[in-house]
T-cell receptor, first 111, second 113 residues
Framework: DQQVKQNSPSLSVQEGRISILNCDYT??????FLWYKKYPAEGPTFLIS?????DKNEDGRFTVFLNKSAKHLSLHIVPSQPGDSAVYFC??????????FGPGTRLSVLP | KAGVTQTPRYLIKTRGQQVTLSCSPI?????VSWYQQTPGQGLQFLFE?????QRNKGNFPGRFSGRQFSNSRSEMNVSTLELGDSALYLC???WGQGYYGYTFGSGTRLTVV
């Protein structure tokens, strides 16, 4: 039973447009969320985080939105660039427990 | 500052053999977690060590084990390898307990034939 779901295995977006990656979770105890980006042959790298006391966190072109009542978060990338093409993982956790990762969404940004 | 180092990068083993993977965390990081990545399954949590003690464990069979040394370096061992163990094994370190983001290594690609 997957506690963290990323229902879109892949997503293609035109360069310059907005990319929206979605993530759903089932465990209401989760109160901290992370997004990681992974290129082939490299380990995942941290992108952005959000705690449950917020509903939005922004860092440059990346914004994460959290809807606690829907147990849903999304990552917006604006504008999308070809270098953003990677696999994106969302992760959810609570204090003292390891983060649970979703299966990932492969983003392709087309020039 | 050096990142998380995993060795070896690639490994080919035969079914039934055992394998040991190594992870050196970022200096000062005391927590080391191990994840298995397979296509479509994302990152599956194996276990976490903090100050030489296993603090959390995922849902993997007992063939998967690990340990952490006093310098925070960690090893992961898989005995009696099966074809399904072929995966990318990622190690991540963090400063401690709580909401600390992980820093991942580049992983060890294990292929079981």
């Amino acid at each position: 039973d997957q506690q963290v779901k990323q229902n879109s295995p892949s997503l293609s977006v035109q360069e310059g447009r907005i990319s929206i990656l979605n993530c759903d979770y089932t465990n209401s105890m989760f109160d901290y969320f992370l997004w990681y980006k992974k290129y082939p042959a490299e380990g995942p790298t941290f992108l952005i985080s959000i705690s449950s006391i917020k509903d939005k966190n922004e860092d440059g072109r990346f914004t994460v939105f959290l809807n606690k009542s829907a147990k849903h978060l999304s990552l917006h990338i604006v504008p999308s660039q070809p270098g953003d093409s990677a696999v994106y993982f969302c992760a959810a956790g609570t204090y003292g427990q390891n983060f649970v990762f979703g299966p990932g969404t492969r983003l392709s940004v087309l020039p | 500052k050096a990142g998380v180092t995993q060795t070896p990068r690639y490994l080919i083993k035969t079914r039934g053999q055992q394998v040991t993977l190594s992870c050196s965390p970022i200096s000062g990081h005391r927590s080391v977690s191990w994840y298995q990545q397979t296509p479509g399954q994302g990152l599956q949590f194996l276990f976490e060590y903090f100050s030489e003690t296993q603090r959390n464990k995922g849902n993997f069979p007992g063939r998967f084990s690990g340990r952490q040394f006093s310098n925070s370096r960690s090893e992961m061992n898989v005995s009696t390898l099966e074809l399904g163990d072929s995966a990318l094994y990622l190690c991540a370190s963090s400063w401690g307990q709580g909401y600390y983001g992980y820093t991942f290594g580049s992983g060890t690609r294990l292929t079981v034939v």
